[in-house]
């Protein structure tokens, strides 16, 4: 095995700020919560994704946010996975609350309904998911790992993937862009791709 040319890698060991050392791509999503007044909450998250292949979500949290303290307490929570067109959208839902506790840019953006639980989801996303609390695990400094079952999941008809589609062709992200979050601070729109050169007899 060649050796690493190391002289071309920055040691950053320790870095309290590590993660914002160099670009990384992530999924980005809205997750939904209703506050204890019954109002709804939304809130933009990077560190999120699918846990395992079966039907469960989880994402980062902490427990001084509105976020983790609603979700703890309602058992319920909504995942909305926001088109290119929604960047703005899914932005403002991070607005500070005024001095009331109120947050009317946010009451602007339009929303649905979710169908099995109490909550809303960003209108037109095209990945909509409601999960029930399966538990909150960890310590990973402040934060934890909220986790979730999915017990309805819905996906946009544009950006469904058919059964029996070429896995070669990439016309539904053509038809269909995805919204990728580059953290830290910045954005890009996935328009085409290329098949994963996975080995022969590769099984997971």
């Known amino acids: 095995m060649a050796d690493q040319e190391y002289e071309h890698m920055v040691d950053i060991t320790g870095d309290p700020e590590l993660w914002n050392r160099c670009y990384t791509v992530h ?33 980062m949290g902490t427990p001084r946010k509105t976020t983790y303290q609603n979700i703890e307490r309602e058992k319920v929570f909504t995942v909305s996975y926001p ?23 946010v009451d602007e953006i339009p929303t649905v309904e979710a169908q099995q639980i109490e909550g809303k989801f960003l209108k037109d996303s095209y990945f909509q998911l409601e999960c029930k609390l399966s538990q909150i695990l960890g310590k990973f400094g402040e934060w934890e790992i909220i986790a979730g079952e999915v017990v309805s999941a819905h996906v946009h008809k544009d950006a469904l993937k058919r059964e029996g589609h070429d896995i070669s ?29 996975i080995p022969k007899n590769f099984k997971r």
């Open 27 to 59: 999924s980005l999503v809205v997750i939904g919560s209703t506050e204890e007044n019954g109002d709804y909450n939304f809130a933009p998250k990077h560190m999120s994704m699918p846990l395992g292949f079966g039907p469960y979500f989880g994402f």
């Open 83 to 105: 088109s290119p067109d929604q960047l703005v959208f899914s932005s403002l839902m991070a607005s500070r609350r005024e001095a009331d506790d109120s947050k009317p840019v």
């Open 169 to 197: 062709d990439d016309s539904p992200l053509q038809e269909h862009p995805l919204l990728a979050y580059l953290h830290p601070g910045r954005f890009s729109t996935i328009k085409e791709s290329n098949v994963f050169p």
